[in-house]
């Protein structure tokens, strides 16, 4: 079971909607996948039951037992955790629960500085599994031709953390697609939305697999 941690502790990083399209783009490309909201707000929930025939199944634990709940749920061949933002607490059962934490980060210098807490905590893990654990940023919501965009991995990189290649872009699709409980596969299967949340998903595979 490989378990990818959706993690930023300040709110409107595009968390929840990488969370969401990167458990049903595994999904589509054949793995078994599991949702897990633990985020109290419950956005994740909310998207999945807005779809009365939603393929990917979502399960709530927003309390910090999340490595002990998911012993006790059916195996998978892949969980993805929608963390919650600005509780200490739950992010760190989401950190130790994760084979992988993944920090959604936007082109802001105030959203890169918002994640100094939630890097040191994930450093710490690194360190005490001897670097079992793995971490990385992408760069979320990035707005294309926009000098701050392509500076965005120059700050990134002082945290001493990987960057992804991959990059999620500010799109209208995305809000749109969520408020049916679907995702821009959905909506436009070969579009260069579905083409960026497809090259995320390879290149966290390769990390894992």
Request: net charge negative.
């Amino acid at each position: 079971m490989h378990v990818i941690a959706v993690l930023n502790q300040k709110g409107g990083s595009g968390k929840t909607t990488i969370a969401t399209h990167l458990a049903t783009a595994l999904m589509m490309a054949g793995h078994d996948v599991l949702l897990v909201d633990s985020d109290p707000q419950g956005s994740a929930r909310d998207w999945a039951a807005v779809r009365e025939d939603q393929p990917v199944p979502v399960v709530g634990i927003d309390r910090p037992t999340i490595g002990r709940d998911l012993k006790n749920l059916a195996r998978k061949e892949f969980v993805v955790i929608d963390g919650a933002p600005q509780a200490a607490d739950l992010a760190a059962s989401a950190i130790k629960a994760a084979d992988f934490v993944l920090i959604p980060a936007q082109p802001s210098p105030y959203d890169i500085w918002a994640t100094a807490d939630l890097v040191e905590l994930v450093k710490q893990r690194i360190e005490i599994t001897d670097g079992k654990m793995q971490a990385a940023f992408v760069v979320s919501r990035a707005i294309k031709g926009t000098r701050i965009g392509s500076e965005v991995t120059n700050a990134l990189n002082e945290y001493e953390l990987p960057v992804l290649e991959s990059r999620v872009t500010q799109r209208v699709i995305y809000p749109t697609t969520a408020a049916t409980g679907t995702t821009v596969f959905d909506q436009d299967p070969d579009g260069p939305a579905s083409i960026e949340i497809n090259a995320l998903m390879n290149e966290l595979k390769a990390k894992l697999i």
